[in-house]
């Protein structure tokens, strides 16, 4: 077989017409045969001369694993776990309890903890320590901190019908909406859900908040209530649940029955990346401060979340708004979670600060509720209550914390 050097010096003569027309066409080949190994930055392989072997560069480092959520914990790193009042978080945890008991990994510490409803704090600690293990929270990063915000359950004014004051619907549940549990096929996607709508034979996403709110005079037949303000309406899906104060005098509860499936966007952080805000008064008040004095602009800043949220009526008479455990929230004792680290039901004990201070907050919670927002393993809504004062401390929480969820031995990791 003819070397390169012979087939380069054959062409090369002056009868070979074509000659350095070939030879520049091989030389390419030879090249881009080289550069089938992917290209190595400079400073970790420097470029061979052309037709050298392909040079082998060095693989980088694979990026370490993702740190494990929950790493076990001793009693006494719980900051300040031997001062904290135990009685009104165990009051919220009897509430867990109603949903719990029928689940053979808690049947026995809810026995257990219905046994010491009214008990003092010393015999209260002494069942926590005896009947669960801590485990402290981790990012994936390995890091402990993150984000603790607020929320509550806010009172709007509103109507059964609409008139010229209350002119913004609250909707319930459209009927093609759907919802596909993805757990039924795979087990691994346990707790995922998919929605969607029919488009022919098609499952396509389902409609954002811009265009339900094209399609309104469709959905008539699925409005609940009227409302008199669409920014108090905004935030009330934030909330995912509320009362209102109807013009007949009466008051009705709803809560969170469904959503659309679109992914929640914060409107403070689309206000922040678009200059019309400061990270410091991107709080609630903040924002409808913003909104109130840019009523022209109130659908661009609406519509920068395209999440969106149905309602369903709710008996008044319960203590609480239901949250995702299906059980009332308990005023600054429940806490919204990421349930894939948190199992819901769980005592949690948090150690944060309060709203917009340096005043620490320590105490023992309980995960009964879930936020489109609420995603990773050091992440909480503080539940605050009902009303203005309860909304503003809410609105105002933005802090740092550390969580650590209280586990019985049947769900504890191995």
């Known amino acids: ?9 054959r062409l090369l003569r002056p009868d070979h017409r074509f000659a350095h027309h070939l030879l520049a066409a091989l ?4 090249l881009s045969a080289c550069a089938t190994t992917p290209a190595p930055t400079p400073q970790a392989c420097p470029a061979a001369p052309a037709c050298a072997p392909c040079p082998v560069c060095p693989t980088p480092p ?38 719990l008991a029928r689940r053979p990994a808690w049947l026995h510490v809810c026995q257990r903890a219905r046994e010491l409803e009214g008990a003092d704090e010393v015999a209260l600690r002494r069942f926590y320590e005896a009947e669960f293990t801590p485990f402290q929270l981790v990012n994936p990063d390995g890091s402990r901190d993150g984000l603790i915000t607020g929320y509550y359950e806010p009172v709007l004014k509103g109507a059964r019908s609409r008139d010229r004051i209350n002119r913004y ?22 707790g995922m859900r998919l929605r969607g709508r029919l488009e022919g034979r098609k499952v396509v996403p389902y409609y954002s908040r811009a265009e339900l709110e094209q399609r309104a005079p469709q959905l008539r037949d699925k409005v609940l209530y009227w409302v008199e303000d669409p920014i108090e309406l905004f935030f009330l899906q934030i909330q995912g649940s509320g009362q209102i104060q109807l013009a007949d005098g009466n008051r009705v509860r709803i809560g969170y029955a469904d959503q659309n499936g679109h992914p929640y966007r914060s409107v403070g952080r689309y206000l922040i990346d678009n200059g019309e805000l400061a990270a410091e008064q991107a709080s609630m008040q903040g924002i409808k401060a913003w909104a109130r004095a840019n009523p022209q602009r109130l659908d661009e800043l609406l519509n920068a979340n395209p999440s969106f949220v ?87 929480m933005k802090q740092t914390g550390r969580m650590w969820v209280l586990l019985p031995p049947a769900l504890a990791p191995r």
């Open 1 to 9: 077989m003819m070397s390169l050097h012979a087939l380069a010096g």
């Open 27 to 30: 030389l390419a080949l030879l």
């Open 62 to 99: 694979a990026p370490p694993p993702p740190a494990k959520p929950l790493e076990p914990a001793r009693w006494e790193e719980l900051p300040g776990w031997r001062e904290a009042r135990l009685a009104p978080a165990h009051a919220a945890f009897l509430e867990s309890c109603k949903a």
């Open 169 to 190: 619907p609250v909707y319930g549940v459209p009927d093609d909406l759907l919802v596909i549990d993805l757990g039924d096929l795979y087990p691994e996607l346990k």
């Open 310 to 396: 149905f309602f369903r009526d709710i008996p008044l008479d319960s203590a609480g708004p239901l949250g995702a455990l299906g059980v009332p929230l308990t005023p600054a004792r429940s806490l919204a979670v990421d349930p894939r680290t948190t199992p819901l039901g769980t005592p949690v004990y948090l150690d944060t600060t309060r709203p917009n201070s340096d005043e620490l907050l320590r105490q023992l919670m309980v995960a009964q509720d879930t936020g489109g927002a609420i995603k990773g393993p050091v992440r909480a809504d503080f539940f605050w209550g009902l009303g203005p004062e309860a909304g503003a401390l809410a609105g105002r």
